[in-house]
DNA sequence: AAATAAGGTAAAAACGCTTGCAATTATCTT
DNA sequence: AAGATAATTGCAAGCGTTTTTACCTTATTT
């Protein structure tokens, strides 16, 4: 009645060997006469038997399980990176088990616990906040970590991004040039370094090498949505900037339609530039100019590195910086 | 130097108590006098002992893990869909394993395969062509699955879907009431029931009711991307359409933009009306009439069929159709 | 106060697999 | 051909829980 599985031991018993040996050819353990092999692997096929994952975990401490820790898989820019992560997870033989945090760290708190009772053999984050508790735990948990498309200004984790100080500085920089003096500075909260850091940091040197004063009526922080940009654009608007650069792409296709249904011509009356590249700045109209990041590398290299993190090779440098570019479509002149 | 664990055993032994009593109080089971209880939970929190769900799961033969097969993360429809999964998924303590698919068969039996071996509780898939080795896979595995999103002509597995039938009938007959002859129908290949038997019935059914005769002409099977649809415009444009049903809404943004790019104005020569009310619908200007398809309750209400499935409870019906709705925006008139 | 009924709790057998170690068999060496 | 070495294979002890069975306390009943 109920599934009635096969077990390592009815394979060994049809092929009259013991489950020892099954259990090598199963995994691959060259210390097997071919000729035995054979005679295992057929019975296998037969009996159609399908190794139980969860016993082997449990006896090998190895679950090949990976947790993904995602703000919400509905973002483009992060499911990008799912995608690159999952791939590379199933080219080395891993799961993914994703969990949406929406960047509270309460969640975030529990599904890590969840995730290590799973026993995960490591972990990916994104999110571009580490609360203390959460950074506690990554840490008390011995687990490898990394963080992909996410800042961790301690450098303890390993983390895969684009070096975020130079990318705002040159597209601001590049605003500067087409005669912009009032630029908007859109992102999310300032409590993430991402922005609080970097991504200001990359603003505030270029405004100084083009001996622009600093004004912090220009600095917009609010969340990463399309809504929230729309919402935002009057704001802006008040503040007679020319320009904008924003940090997520959902956010600046708000401020784009914003800006247009009040009315402005982009990129004549006002100009954005983005930060990911994702699929959103070449679909909407004008195509949005961007900082170019390789979304999928990032995930990709982000799962690669975890490998190496869960075999303990020794890797030179947890912190990887992937190249970035500026690609200028329509909404910059 | 290894992550020395904390197991029952070592709960039991501080608490002066068997095993046994440690994991009745960790799964509430309510035979434990209140006194030992809370020594026991107080030994717990002092250890920082947390169970191991492996163990767990090779003891219970649940693993309180389900298994998500979708097309791809990246897709917001799809996306959109996990991220109401996941949701329900947490609310009922299972996690989610997630795997890509490219919608290939081989890569879907490949997939499946891994998810049974890490003997998930049930199964989750998106993708609207089930071959005949998946089906077969899926039946023998005596696994609860449900199709979300996805359609399945035989009735055989759980879905949760909308009546397509009736939903793209609405639509097509909106815009022959607009004054439309000649409408495009668009959509992923024909050999996915969704498309080839649905949305095409309701497009057939609606023209015949207006005493159109149906030209083949107008039928254009292709990928469900953006870059497909752009790409498809020049053949729609010279098929004499003067409208397009779409089926997916990357798709048709970007026969949108096809149209638009090449000179069109929408929707006064050109209506288009999507399938999907994803996020992009808003984004696009102008903005998509779409038929409207709960995202994200289609996934939740998937898991939680999902889990009546696996606690087998007795549901009446195993394909369950939610409403659909027909939103006029800018893109038709 | 004795008999009976409930709780509570412990002991130990699974669950299906990996793996170190020992035993066996095959292959060399000289 | 005997001893030595190497290649195979089997044994059995875990891995950390759940769960069944049985036993032992208490409380309840009469």
Redesign the pocket.
Known sequence: MDKQ?I???DVAREA?????????V??GN????????KKVLEVIDRLD????A???G????KTTTVGVIIPDVTNIYFSSLARGIDDVATMYKYNIILANSDQNGQKEVQVLNTLLAKQVDGIIFMGNQITDELRAELKRSRTPVVLSGSVDPTGELGSVNIDYVAAVMESITDLINNGNKRIAFVSGSMDEPINGEYRLKGYKMALEKAGIKFDKELIFETDYSYRAGETLWPAIASSHATAAFVGDDELAVGVLNGARDAGLRVPEDFEIITSNDSKLTEIVRPKLSSITQPLYDLGAVSMRLLTKLMDKEEVSEKTILLPYGLIKRSSTK
Chains 1, 2 share one sequence.
């Open positions: 599985t077990t390592i031991y009259a060997v013991s489950m020892a040996t099954v259990s090598r199963v995994n060259p210390n097997v006469k071919p000729a035995t092999r038997y399908r190794p139980n969860v016993a082997r449990l006896a090998s401490k």
